[in-house]
């Protein structure tokens, strides 16, 4: 355990501070004081004591799951929210109630999203040579309001490097329908593209290559912010029923890693099932679900 006194008002001389501002081991400063049993997990958690200000904690108190009750089950929720489990039936399955669900969703997402920042500072440190990415389309609530999920991955590895979810107005036989019912949608999607393409900036070097479909807005957005990159353009195809139509009807698919991706997508968020009645009712929930299993994917599903 980091020898860190959870006290900010705890006046500490500098020498006394390793390089992570932690006391050190040999500053004797923090001792054990005892410890306690948590009948939750079943383990005994050991007390300390910092003698420079009197202050008492324990190991717990510098974890992140510090003061969650249910502590123990934050890693199968993030499992079942990752394998196509509705909130519902996860509360039954784990026998709690469904407000405990419904905040270790936000406690969950907020996590993976930090962990996924410091992913991508690590990946910044050695340049991704070839990058897809593509549009998946969802909806809130209806048809009638269409979402747009702009997804990018790593070609060789399928590792998802991030996402944007934006608002876009229906199109064709929706189109009409939706304008009488909710009025004018704005498109936010060349928000989103702006976005995900600062975010990939520092992951991609003047020799990496991007592959996408024909979709001629994408070209202004990556000369805007991924100068002397390489961008490929494949043309579009016909789903096929398995992968959940997203998929190619093709012998050799250019987008395959992509295209399997928003495939695993589709069959592990229950949200995005093609047939479902879990809709999203809001986009930061999608949001929120699309990071919990972003982390889940690049760190289980993809690894060896």
């Not at 004081?33 to 079943?42: E, L, Q, T, V």
């Not at 498109?187 to 990496?208: C, I, Q």
Request: aromatic letters at 8%; proline letters at 6%.
């Amino acid at each position: 355990m980091k020898r860190c006194c959870p006290n900010p008002n705890c006046n500490r001389e500098p020498s006394l501070l390793n390089s992570s501002g932690c006391l050190s081991p040999r500053s004797r400063l923090i001792i054990r004081k005892g410890s306690y049993y948590r009948s939750r997990d079943r383990r005994f958690i050991t007390k300390y004591l910092c003698k420079n200000c009197g202050r008492h904690f324990s190991s717990g108190t510098l974890s992140p799951d510090f003061r969650q009750k249910k502590r123990d089950l934050n890693h199968v929720v993030v499992q079942l929210f990752s394998s196509g489990v509705s909130q519902r039936r996860m509360a039954r399955l784990l026998q709690v109630n469904p407000k405990t669900i419904a905040r270790k969703f936000r406690i969950m997402a907020a996590r993976a999203r930090a962990e996924h920042r410091l992913r991508l500072n690590e990946l910044a440190q050695s340049p991704i040579s070839e990058i897809q990415f593509d549009d998946l389309e969802t909806f809130e609530h209806t048809k009638c309001k269409p979402l747009s999920v702009t997804l990018a991955v790593n070609k060789k590895t399928r590792e998802i490097l991030g996402f944007q979810v934006s608002r876009m107005p229906a199109s064709g036989r929706l189109a009409e329908i939706s304008r009488r019912k909710y009025g004018y949608r704005k498109d936010e999607r060349p928000k989103g593209w702006d976005l995900l393409f600062r975010t990939l900036n520092p992951l991609v070097h003047a020799g990496s290559i991007l592959e996408s479909d024909q979709n001629p807005h994408y070209p202004k957005f990556i000369k805007r912010h991924l100068k002397n990159v390489g961008h490929i353009t494949h043309p579009g195809a016909r789903g096929a029923i398995t992968g959940q139509g997203e998929l190619k009807k093709l012998v050799f698919d250019p987008l395959f890693a992509l295209n399997h991706t928003c495939a695993m997508l589709r069959a592990n968020l229950n949200r995005l099932f093609r047939r479902t009645w879990c809709t999203t009712k809001k986009p930061e929930g999608l949001i929120d679900h699309l990071s919990i299993y972003l982390r889940y994917h690049n760190t289980v599903l993809i690894r060896p």
